[in-house]
Structures are given as C-alpha cells and as structure tokens.
C-alpha cells in the first residue's frame, strides 16, 4: 500500500527556517516525480516544487530562491526546505506522488508562520 | 503563475447530473489534458481523474471527464450527499514547467 506521511510542521518566525520531510513507503520514491502542494487556510491548491524521477527540479513562482526540495533514496524521504518565510506561506503542506497526476496524497504538515 | 479557471460554485439536486468546468490555455489543459481531484474539508485531495477520461481504480464510473481545446470538464451523475467537496483541476503546464491548479469549486448537493 503507498503511504505519504509528512512531518516537521510547526510554528516559525518571520524569516526563519523550516524543513519538512515526507516518508514514503510501498514505492520507491526516487522512480516517481514527487511533489510539495500546498493549502493555506481556506484556499485552494497550489504548485510548491516537484523534483522528477531524473532529479529535474520544478518550482512555483511564489518560493523561487527561497524553498529547495530533494530526497534521500536511502531513507526514501522527500525533503522541503523552506527559507525566508513570509505570512503568506502558512499553510498545510501536502507531499504528493505523481504517477498520472498527483495519485497519492499525505495528510499534510501544517506550517503557520507568526511572530 | 497562472493558474486555471474554475467556477467558485455549483449546487446540484440530490441525484441530479453536475458538470464542472476548468479553462485553461494551449500550454497546459490544451497540450497534456487536465486532471480531477476530489477534497472533502479536513481531508488530502483524491484523485478522480487524469488526462482526459482515464478514472484510478476505486473511482465510480458517475465521474467522467473530457475536453474541447482548452477548457476540462468533470461530469458527475446521481449526486448523492458524499459529493459535496470541492473540486480542483490540474494540469502541466509546458511553458511553466510547473504543475497548475484550478481554484477549485465548491459543488453543494441540495
């Protein structure tokens, strides 16, 4: 069965610095593109930043040169590094799998950004 | 970054047919086709759909969707209680190189 589980949300400062995991199991993470979506409260989905199955880099205009993803084939982690956070990046972050568009989904980290 | 257009809302009867409708351009729903996800609140989205009409395995067979040129559509037949969720399209954008989204509509079974 694949499983998406997500972890590292919590409370940041203006500024600061975050990184997000995603665990995967059933599947080999590194055989699928895997992507970072995500929701703030009330709103709808948007493109974070996708690496592809050849490590191709995709990103979402809004977190150019700030977020960067990777992944640890060994531990087959999805990783979200996230700088310079604003107030409109709290949101809940959801790891996604594609394999015919977004097929399996995590549950989401929640992000809330706040002084 | 743009992303696709859909309608805020749809309130449909109770078993009654609701068809959603996504517009996008050349570059994305009009190059690969678009994809349909379902999203109950509180909940990750579930895929329905994907590149035109192709449903994961689980999906009913009351979902079906399809295109003309640059503009997805999910039809929904017999709208039971469990289909009130949100709806977001998605699709490739070629010249983006980015994944977008619809804005999602809220579709309420009356």
């Known amino acids: 069965e694949v499983q998406l589980v997500e972890s590292g949300g919590g409370l940041v400062q203006p500024g600061g610095s975050l990184r997000l995991s995603c665990v995967a199991s059933?599947?080999?993470?590194?055989?699928?593109?895997m992507h970072w979506v995500r929701q703030a409260p009330g709103k709808g989905l948007e493109f974070v930043l996708g690496?592809?199955?050849?490590?191709?880099?995709y990103y979402g205009n809004s977190v150019k040169g700030r977020f960067t993803i990777s992944r640890d084939t060994f531990k087959n982690t999805l990783y979200l590094q996230m700088g310079s956070l604003r107030a409109e990046d709290m949101a809940v972050y959801y790891c996604?799998?594609?394999?015919?568009?977004?097929?399996?989904w995590g549950q989401g980290a929640l992000v809330t950004v706040s002084s | 970054q743009a992303g696709l257009t859909q309608p805020p809302s749809v309130s449909k009867g109770l078993r009654q047919t609701a068809t959603l409708t996504c517009t996008g351009n050349s570059n994305n729903i009009g190059d690969q086709g678009a994809a349909w996800l379902q999203q109950h609140q509180g909940h990750p989205p579930k895929l329905l759909s994907y590149?035109?009409?192709n449903r994961p395995s689980g999906i009913s067979e009351r979902f079906s969707a399809s295109r003309s040129g640059n503009t997805a559509s999910l039809t929904i037949t017999g709208l039971q209680p469990e289909d009130e969720a949100d709806y977001y399209c998605?699709?490739?954008?070629?010249?983006?190189?980015?994944?977008?989204f619809g804005g999602g509509t809220k579709l309420t079974v009356l």
């Open positions: 059933g599947f080999t993470l590194s055989g699928h593109s």
């Open positions: 690496i592809g199955s050849n490590g191709d880099t």
């Open positions: 590149r035109h009409n």
């Open positions: 996604a799998r594609e394999d015919n568009s977004f097929d399996s």
């Open positions: 998605s699709a490739w954008d070629s010249s983006l190189r980015a994944w977008v």
